[in-house]
Every structure is written in structure tokens, then in C-alpha cells.
């Protein structure tokens, strides 16, 4: 005869397994009809998603492979053609890249316009070690790009296919653009964010289907912007035994190093900034090679160094900071240090995403969807966790955005990269969920 302990103990666990199937079954009593339906048609044709994406994944689109980039958006094309949607390719020559994929669908004139967004290059080059799909085991697959984005660019069609399936897509006002340039934006960004601009400017509410934190319970509803900055130095050369004096001077290594230091001192307390110096060279003479992002230096240890040049980023939540911090840094760097001189200019970049009232409703209705599915709720991630992206340069033009509704994973941008084969369907149920309620239910 079973103890009173054991006999407690299973009759807890068919208590939780009781409580379990009721919060499933109320969970799927939350979806209406269509909703069901739109789950059971992403579940119909997971296999063949999952397919495509390791088509897609076996094709290098490295950012400057252009060759690359437009075939995944030529292999992309007809699936969108065969929901309806018009496509077309905007050439990428006047900004030394690809282009990009962009396909409109012509619903209802009443309904709402979305704006679905996703990129066709990663940042693995035909130079690089990591180039073909792999399946790891019923959980994991890896590949260059698959979480960033290629498994975003499935869900999105997925969703979209669940929505062409049930009939509720006929309706709709869609317009997708997919970039070819989101790795390593081409320049100038007034030419190479013009599309994604362009539909935001005819749209209400942007979707970015990017992977976030790779964590499937938090999407992003505001986003950093991010620029980059160049520090050139230049000091008195002379003997290395002359250093510090008044008409001689700290050299330009000192004055480089002072000025990344009080960087770190003054700025680190502003909220939700980083900056970082991800380059730096210096000596007697300097080889900079903007292009490709090298240099060479030469100088020896008995003569002061007369140049500097120190490459970085910044990354802020908003232009009222991106101002403030860029003043910051330029008082920072006229503080030269005796016989020396040196100058910051800041690129164009991503502009910051900020958290507003209408990103913050649009994860509210996601997150309701999400909660309908039985799959949970999601949170706004924090914007430290999460790089620029696409969808800034629309954010500012539609009443509400949101990103990271792509495929969950880990290790992206490097050979390591992996992506979650269960996020492939539970994505695609919410992204179709969600567009059906903005669709119906968006009051």
C-alpha cells in the first residue's frame, strides 16, 4: 500500500496537471475561430517554412556579397507573388550595395496600412568559415544568418501565408520591405533607407521581424540609435627624452588616451549610453583605410608620436541625448594636453527608437495575443540588450512600432549562431494573431 506521502504527492501532481490543461484549454477559448484557424494553417506548413529557411540559410548574403543578397531576395519574390502581393527590386547602385526586396498588398481602403520589415544579408562574407545550415538536434539548427534574420523573413511569410489561407489577408494593407544593407547600411543613408522611409511614410504601424535579445518573451519598443565617431590627434614629434617639456608636449598617444579616459569618467553615468572605441592607431605616420575599416602604423618607442586616430560608435536613446552626449565629447576632446591638437566628427547613423505611448499599446495587443496562444506574456526588453535596427528609421513616421517578433536564437553574429526550431511556428502564430487583431480589433 502506497504511503500518505506518496499518495499526497500524486495527488498534487494531477492537481498541477489539472491546473495545466485548464489554463490551456481557457487559453485557446481566448482565440476566436479565424485565430484557430490561422495556428492550425502555420502548423500545416511548418515543414515547408522550415525547408525554405534552410534554402535561404545556404545562400551567402554577407552584406557585400550583392550577388548573394539578390538571390535570396529572388528566391523570396514568388512566395509574396503567390499571396498576392506585387513585388519589386529597388537597385542598390547609387549606394554601393544590393538593394532591396520590396512587395506591396492592396487591401481594403478603410483598413489599416502595416509596415512588415525584414533584411536579406547577414555579416558572414564568402570569406567566412560558417556557411551552411545544420541541424544540431529537434531543438537547435545553425546557421549564418539564421536567427538574424533569414528566420525572421519565414516567420513573416508564414504569418502572412496563415492569413492568405483563412482569407483574412484579402483585406489588408501591407507593404514589405526586406533591405539588403541592415549589416552594413550603404551610404549616403539619405539613398539607402529611402524605401524603408518611404513605406513608413504611407503607413501606420511598422512590424520588425529582427531577433531582439533572441528571447521570445520580450520585443522591442524602443531601440538606440546608433552613430559613429572619429577622433584624429596630432602632437609635436620629437626625441622620446624630450617628452613633457613645455615646447615639446605629451605626444599623441598621451592626448588619445586622456581624452578616451575622461570619455569613461564623465560620460558612463548618462542613462542607457554606451560609446566604445573599437579601433585605434597611432605613432610617427598612419595608413587609415576608412573602406575596410584598417590601418598600419610606424613609430618607435624613442620618438614621440605625432598622430592618433581612434574609430568608435554611440549608441543613445534618444536625439535630445545623441545632442547633449556629442557636446559632451566635443569639450571633452578641446581639452588638449600641452603642444597637442585634436578634433571629433561624428557619421550619420541609426536614429534612436523612442518608447512611446504608441509602441508601448502595440506590445500590449501582441502581448494579449501572445497570452491568447497559451504562450505568454511579453515584455518590453531593455534597450541595453539590444543593437539598432531597420525599424528606427520608420519609427518616428507611424503611430506605432515594435521589433524582434523574429526567430529566437543565440550567438548571432557569430560562427556559433542558433536558432530555436519551436520558435519557427510559436512567432508565426503570434505575428498572424497580432496583424489579425490590428486587422479586426484595433480600437
Given at each position: ?46 515543414a515547408d517554412a522550415m525547408a525554405l ?269 545623441v545632442e547633449r552626449v556629442q557636446k ?116
Open positions: 500500500m502506497p504511503s500518505f506521502r506518496t499518495t499526497t504527492a500524486r495527488l498534487a501532481k494531477c492537481f498541477n496537471i489539472l491546473l495545466l490543461l485548464t489554463a490551456t484549454q481557457l487559453c485557446h477559448a481566448a482565440l476566436d475561430e479565424t485565430e484557430q484557424k490561422l495556428t492550425e494553417a502555420i502548423d500545416a506548413t511548418n529557411l534552410e534554402e535561404l540559410v545556404n545562400i551567402n548574403s554577407g552584406t557585400m556579397n550583392l550577388e548573394g543578397v539578390r538571390e535570396v531576395g529572388r528566391v523570396l519574390a514568388p512566395y509574396f507573388e503567390a499571396l498576392g502581393f506585387t513585388t519589386r527590386w529597388e537597385d542598390g547602385a547609387a549606394f554601393k550595395r544590393a538593394g532591396h526586396l520590396i512587395a506591396t498588398h492592396e487591401g481594403s481602403k478603410s483598413s489599416p496600412r502595416l509596415l512588415l520589415i525584414g533584411h536579406l544579408d547577414t555579416v558572414f562574407e564568402p570569406d567566412s568559415p560558417f556557411q551552411k545550415f545544420e541541424k544540431i538536434s529537434d531543438t537547435e539548427i545553425r546557421g549564418p544568418g539564421i536567427s538574424d534574420m533569414k528566420g525572421g523573413n519565414i516567420i513573416m511569410l508564414q504569418a502572412l501565408r496563415a492569413l492568405y489561407n483563412t482569407g483574412e489577408l484579402e483585406d489588408m494593407n501591407i507593404i514589405v520591405v526586406m533591405t539588403g544593407d541592415e549589416e552594413r547600411s550603404g551610404r549616403p543613408l539619405s539613398l539607402s533607407k529611402k524605401a524603408l522611409i518611404d513605406a513608413a511614410l504611407q503607413s501606420d504601424i511598422a512590424i520588425g521581424f529582427e531577433n531582439g535579445d533572441g528571447n521570445p518573451k520580450t520585443a522591442n519598443v524602443s531601440r538606440r540609435g546608433s552613430l559613429g565617431w572619429t577622433l584624429e590627434v596630432t602632437g609635436k614629434p620629437a626625441h622620446s627624452s624630450q617628452i613633457f617639456r613645455d615646447d615639446i608636449g605629451a605626444g599623441a598617444i598621451f592626448e588619445a588616451a586622456r581624452i578616451l579616459t575622461v570619455f569613461y569618467e564623465e560620460l558612463r553615468s548618462e542613462d542607457l549610453l554606451t560609446f566604445n572605441p573599437g579601433k585605434i592607431i597611432g605613432g610617427t605616420t598612419l595608413n587609415h583605410d576608412t573602406s575596410s575599416s584598417t590601418g598600419t602604423a610606424f613609430g618607435k618607442s624613442n620618438v614621440i608620436a605625432e598622430s592618433a586616430i581612434v574609430t568608435g560608435d554611440l549608441r543613445a536613446i534618444s536625439a535630445e541625448q559632451k565629447m566635443k569639450d571633452i576632446v578641446a581639452r588638449n594636453l600641452p603642444q597637442t591638437h585634436a578634433t571629433i566628427r561624428f557619421s550619420e547613423g541609426y536614429p534612436p527608437m523612442a518608447p512611446s505611448d504608441g509602441n508601448k499599446k502595440l506590445l500590449s495587443i501582441y502581448s494579449e495575443a501572445s497570452e491568447a496562444l497559451g504562450f505568454g506574456p511579453v515584455e518590453a526588453v531593455n534597450p541595453l540588450r539590444a543593437g539598432a535596427a531597420d525599424v528606427s528609421f520608420t519609427a518616428e513616421h507611424v503611430d506605432m512600432a515594435i521589433d524582434a517578433l523574429g526567430m529566437s536564437g543565440t550567438e548571432g553574429h557569430t560562427v556559433g549562431e542558433i536558432g530555436y526550431t519551436w520558435a519557427l511556428p510559436m512567432q508565426a502564430k503570434k505575428a498572424a494573431v497580432l496583424m489579425y487583431r490590428l486587422q479586426h480589433k484595433l480600437d
